[in-house]
């Protein structure tokens, strides 16, 4: 026989041979960067809560992920939709063995609240409360004494602190009624307010409340996301920027803690993730962005 | 003696005749009541519009109602609204709020007054915001009216506002019942819309020449510009600071319009009717009384003896097959007739006829002698009689049989056929008996008799390979007296006379009177 014709002839059984065995091989074997993309449920870190620690999440995601070598799913884009420290509490308390959850809050848990939940709080970083005004008020910097003597009702004019004659319109947010930090760091109270405020119930209501009144001024975390549209500018406090620096020396008076809370016992990964989240060069971007201050 | 109609025909007529006055009647006066129809229809049409109208404004004030309240309710709104009345801010924030939230509502106006009667929104429609705040003045927060504005009428609504419980100023929300409402509402309503304010028209869908013109209306029955139009009021309940009126108006031009389209459909329609009935009632002529009256024509023939000429049909309805079975019917009579002819003829000819030898038989003489005297007399002449007797024709029948003497007797009928003219009548009288009518002179007579005698004498009898001789002897005689009743006893008497004269000269011989020939 025509050795020629013979070897035509059994190639393609050959060949037919070799792709049964790989996909035999494809059916046991499943390569590691396969189990990424369609991982099980059980993998997935699940983080929600606050906008401004979500933001601390969200930035470095695939980076945490890369060095975890699992998935994480975050929630937390508005603080508006939800998804704020309660939910934080919430989903923190889910964790469990197989579907490992934590939360993130915007300011520091109360005493109780950590007790009476058996929660953990992983303090992540201080961010700066930008005081806030309208682009097209010409002030650029105020008095701590002056911001909250305006929050308090007692400057009611721009005039009075050197900018145009306009009656000044205060918008609050008073969230988180019961923790220490933020809002507290300009007046203790809500008492302490001036009564004819706007009071929102959101941070993007808050930006909204800036952009309508032009004499408007507001409270807001550093790490907020603004709209390009947005009529919306912080002002130096003090003569100081609200910067990581300035939060350290105690020169920017306004601030707040951001974290990160579990429940129960947490594993090596988390761990992991928690130090992660405001260590390293990616979370220095971020300070330097947003004005953090690691914890 | 009755009207009605006795035969199919007339009845037909008569039904026909009938629906086309019926049509003509009911069309007639729909005709002439078409006008009050019209008016009365227009009435009709221009109340239902006006109430049509009056529907479109309720619900058009309560969605208003509703959008007012939407727009009171708004918690961002009274928000707003309390620091631009308390920090004394200006009130564009107030205006950047109210377009984000409310631009896409299609309404024209928005006003809106602080507790305190400023303007804080909508400045410029100050009538509006005066109405607003008198309301406010007089404690009136919530309410919906009309309000009149230049050459339009405006749907208001208002609601108060609140902010933690406190009233802090009303909102008013208007839409306007301007010129393009008008258009599409009239176009809507087939109708003509003005608004007319002391007596005089402010604005209307007939166009800017009718507006200013004088609005006196004779009974719902308004002319403008010599055009007439049937008015009525539409209703604007709750009008504040409001004298002008809305009012509904159909045009007398369109409704003359219809009114000639009407007629023109009533006559349309009677023609076709009166047509088609007449085209209904000619098929049914055509196909019914037609060969009904040609089955009668028929029949009529036939009674009085006639067998007419039938054609079969083609046509497969009841009177086509009537016809046809009536058609084989008389053509079998005719076939029937023709058989009896016949056979009468056949009759006749043997009740005249002597079978034996095929002459006429004495009978027949008594009938035809009459006739022919009388023909003879036409024609001047007189009738011969021939009487003809075989002599010894008893020995003849003895000695070769009856059968030989009937082959005698028909070889004499033949000698007679051969010697006499076709005018001539040949008879046999009863035995060896013959007689000869023949019309003409004596002398010609006496020819023929001779010439019979002599042929038969030259002419022997052929039986049975046999020639058998035979001889006759003839007596003649000779009449031409018309009317005379005993003409044919009398010459069958002398014809008689004659021939025993014959037969005792000798036989084979031919008498005449009492001498022989």
Known sequence: MNIKLLTRCTMPIKSITKLGYVLLLSLIYVPPGVTGEVAKDSDVIIGAGAHFSWIIFNTRKSELEKILGRPLRLSGKSSGLGVGCKAGIKVAKENRPGHETFGMVCCPLSKDTIASNGLTAHPLATEPVHIVVNKSNSVKNLSARNVRAIFRGEITNWSKVGGPDKPIVVVTRNHCKKRPGHWKTIVPSVDDFRKDRINVKSASAMVKRINDFTGAIGHIGATWEYDKNDQVKFIKVGGYAPMAKNLKNKKYPFYRQLSAVTHGGISSDMKKLLRAAHTGSGFNKLSAKYGLLPN | ?517
């Not at chain 2, 003509?24 to 009709?44: D, F, K, M, P, W």
């Not at chain 2, 309720?58 to 509703?66: F, H, I, R, Y």
């Not at chain 2, 208001?156 to 419980?165: G, H």
């Not at chain 2, 139009?229 to 409001?242: A, F, G, Q």
Request: aromatic share 8%.
């Open chain 2, 1 to 517: 003696m009755t009207l009605f109609p006795r035969t199919y025909r007339n009845r037909l007529l008569f039904y026909t005749s009938l629906l086309i006055i019926f049509l003509v009647v009911v069309l007639g006066y729909s005709y002439q009541s078409s006008r009050s129809a019209i008016l009365e229809q227009a009435n009709r049409n221009v109340t239902r519009i006006t109430q049509q109208i009056t529907g479109y404004l309720v619900e058009g004030s309560n969605k208003l109602n509703q959008q007012v309240r939407m727009i009171s309710d708004n918690h961002e709104l009274s928000e707003y609204m309390f620091i631009v009345v308390n920090v004394d801010t200006d009130s564009l924030a107030l205006h950047k709020l109210t377009d984000r939230l409310f631009g896409w509502l299609p309404r024209t106006k928005m006003v809106i007054v602080s507790s305190k009667g400023d303007v804080l929104h909508g400045n410029e429609y100050s009538r509006l915001a005066e109405v607003l705040k008198n309301q406010i003045k007089y404690g009136i927060n919530e309410s919906t009216f009309y309000h009149s504005n230049d050459s339009t009428i405006e749907l208001v609504s208002t609601a108060p506002i609140y902010y933690q419980k406190e009233h802090i100023g009303t909102v008013a929300i208007a839409e306007l019942l301007d010129k393009n409402w008008m258009i599409k509402i009239a176009r809507q309503s087939s109708g003509d819309l003005f608004i007319v304010r002391d007596g005089a028209i402010l604005q209307s869908t007939l166009g800017e020449m009718t507006i200013g013109n004088k609005f006196h209306h004779d009974e719902g029955y308004l002319t403008i510009n010599d055009a007439q139009y049937l008015v009525r009021p539409i209703s604007l309940e709750n009008t504040k600071n409001n004298t002008s009126q809305l009012w509904l108006g159909l045009s007398e031009k369109r409704l003359i319009s219809e009114l000639e389209e009407s007629r023109r459909n009533i006559l349309l329609i009677s023609l076709f009717g009166i047509i088609a009935i007449i085209a209904a009632g000619t098929l049914i002529f055509r196909n019914f009384t037609t060969p009904l009256s040609q089955l009668i024509e028929y029949v009529d023939e036939i009674e009085h003896g006639v067998l007419p000429e039938i054609a079969e049909t083609k046509a497969v309805d009841e009177m086509g097959v009537l016809r046809n079975h009536f058609a084989r019917m008389v053509s079998s009579l005719k076939e029937k007739q023709g058989m009896l002819k016949e056979i009468h003829t056949k009759l006749e000819e043997q009740a005249a006829t002597d079978p034996l030898t095929d002459l006429y038989n004495r009978r027949h003489l008594y009938d035809l002698f009459p006739k022919l005297l009388s023909e003879a007399n036409r024609a001047e002449k007189g009738v011969v009689v021939l009487l003809c007797d075989l002599d010894k024709f008893k020995s003849l029948n003895d000695k070769y049989g009856h059968l030989a003497g009937d082959e005698g007797l028909k070889h004499f009928a033949r000698i007679l056929k051969i010697c006499s003219r076709t005018s001539d009548f040949l008879f046999r009288m009863g035995g060896e008996e013959f007689l000869v009518l023949s019309i003409g002179e004596l002398k010609g007579g006496m020819i023929l008799a001779e010439k019979i005698r002599s042929s038969l004498e030259q002419t022997p009898l052929i039986y049975e390979g046999e020639s058998i001789n035979m001889t006759v002897s003839i007596g003649a005689s000779y009449t031409n007296s018309d009317g005379e009743d005993e003409a044919l006893s009398r010459v069958i008497r002398e014809a008689d006379t004659a021939l025993y004269v014959a037969k005792d000269g000798g036989r084979n011989c031919i008498g005449l009177g009492g001498t022989l020939h």
